[in-house]
């Protein structure tokens, strides 16, 4: 019987053992793949705080795995597949079930993380991290004077091509309808930007490149008609998934499937917190994944008290 089960290891649910472990919770770690998250498909991490000039993604995963050995914190690879709660005289317990094991605990936070909708198009899973990119603030800076697609047409892509636009040569937008799906006033800032082309009624059918990104394969959907735009960094915002399949109804959800938590994190049921991008917010960063790590594992101290 654990007081904590995370399940997660991606920088939310790291951050929330490092927390846990100081709060002397007897804390096990449940991931599915291994630990990092979405984030290792990045290969440096440009934006947190304290590395000027940025740190490779998988240093600042080594050093989040450090300080979870220290505390003595296991980390089991295992795909959590179902929360089953229990009830023991006046406390509500769960149990864990994977596809090996069953865990008791008394708590869980619920770090599961989510991942971006793919085109599933030729190339992609191949150049991930070689030019294929999912989120411009991680990966913008590494394309100085470079040329790059941005695909999608809602309010995430067209804000990311205009801050990709910073730091690109030229930002090719391209979106499967004539109309794009975003604010008229972001809409509006994109087309006086002399950096930004649009691309519509188009769709990416191929990503081409050996070692990385070289160009992309666009269909015209009025015409039929394919041609070849020559770039070095492909963007992609066609929506993002949450990583909630395992909950079975059992949670407070959005229309997408993302966690709705009060302020302090807690989810719909008692003893259950949720952290990182899997949640319902805003700002899908490294760094406020951490902060939600701390502030769940603070919460969960609080209910198991």
Do not use: W
Not at 239 to 257: C, H, M, R, V, W
């Amino acid at each position: 019987m654990y007081d904590l089960i995370i399940i997660g290891a991606g920088p939310a649910g790291l951050t929330a053992a490092l927390f846990a472990g100081r709060y002397r919770l007897n804390t096990l770690i449940l991931e599915k793949m291994s630990p990092g998250g979405q984030i290792i498909f990045s290969p440096t991490i440009e934006n947190f705080p304290g590395f000027p000039g940025g740190i490779s993604t998988q240093e600042l995963v080594e050093r989040f795995k450090k300080q979870i050995d220290e505390l003595g914190i296991n980390i089991e690879i295992e795909e959590v597949q179902e929360i089953v709660p229990v009830s023991k005289a006046k406390n509500l317990i769960y149990n864990i079930k994977t596809k090996n094991k069953t865990c008791g605990t008394k708590s869980i936070i619920i770090a599961s993380g989510a991942q971006p909708k793919k085109l599933d198009v030729e190339g992609e899973a191949r150049l991930i991290g070689r030019g294929v990119s999912y989120c411009a603030t991680c990966d913008g800076p590494l394309f100085r004077d470079k040329e790059i697609v941005v695909v999608g047409g809602g309010d995430r892509a067209i804000e990311e091509a205009i801050f990709l636009s910073s730091y690109a040569k030229r930002v090719f937008l391209t979106h499967r309808r004539s109309q794009l799906r975003a604010s008229r006033i972001l809409i509006e800032k994109a087309k006086i930007n002399p950096k930004i082309d649009f691309v519509l009624d188009s769709t990416v059918e191929e990503i081409v490149g050996s070692d990385k990104v070289e160009a992309v394969k666009i269909k015209n959907l009025k015409t039929d008609s394919l041609s070849v735009l020559s770039c070095q960094g492909v963007f992609i915002f066609v929506g993002i998934k949450a990583n909630t399949d395992f909950l079975k109804n059992q949670l407070d959800l959005d229309e997408s499937g993302f966690i709705i938590t009060d302020e302090d994190l807690k989810t719909s049921k008692d003893g259950i917190f949720a952290c990182g991008d899997c949640r319902k917010k805003s700002l899908y960063q490294v760094i406020t994944a951490c902060s939600e790590g701390a502030l769940a594992a603070a919460s969960t101290q609080r209910y198991l008290l």
